[in-house]
Nanobody, 122 residues
Framework: QVRLVESGGGLVQAGGSLRLSCAPS????????MAWYRQTPGKQRESVAT???????TYAYSLKGRFTISRDNAKNTVYLQMNSLKPEDTAVYYC????????????????WGQGTQVTVSS
């Protein structure tokens, strides 16, 4: 059973930095696009950043310049470096990835992590 496991969330003061990490647990046979989303109570989950296997990145316009997504393909890990954090960045951050869970099937399935809380105090 494949799961995406996030880490690195926590409490930070405004202006501070955090780095989130996410990697699949269990045996996998490939990962394509990986992404970070975030959600606050009462709001829809929103895209933060995405990165393809080749390293092409996209960002939510309002976050570009403060957040950086990267990945280590050898470790099947995606990172989100968050700098100059603001109280409005407070949210649960979710990892998302297209993963190939079976060796002899070409299909990639989409998985979500359980979320990690990021709280930015003013």
């Amino acid at each position: 059973q494949v799961r995406l496991v996030e880490s690195g969330g926590g409490l930070v003061q405004a202006g501070g930095s955090l780095r989130l990490s996410c990697a699949p647990s269990g045996t996998i046979f490939g990962i394509k696009t990986m992404a970070w989303y975030r959600q606050t109570p009462g709001k829809q989950r929103e895209s933060v950043a995405t990165i393809t296997r080749e390293g092409t990145t996209t960002y939510a316009y309002s976050l570009k310049g403060r957040f950086t997504i990267s990945r280590d393909n050898a470790k099947n890990t995606v990172y989100l470096q968050m700098n100059s954090l603001k109280p409005e960045d407070t949210a649960v951050y979710y990892c998302n990835a297209d993963v190939k869970p079976e060796p002899f099937v070409s299909q990639y399935l989409n998985y979500w992590g359980q979320g990690t809380q990021v709280t930015v105090s003013s």
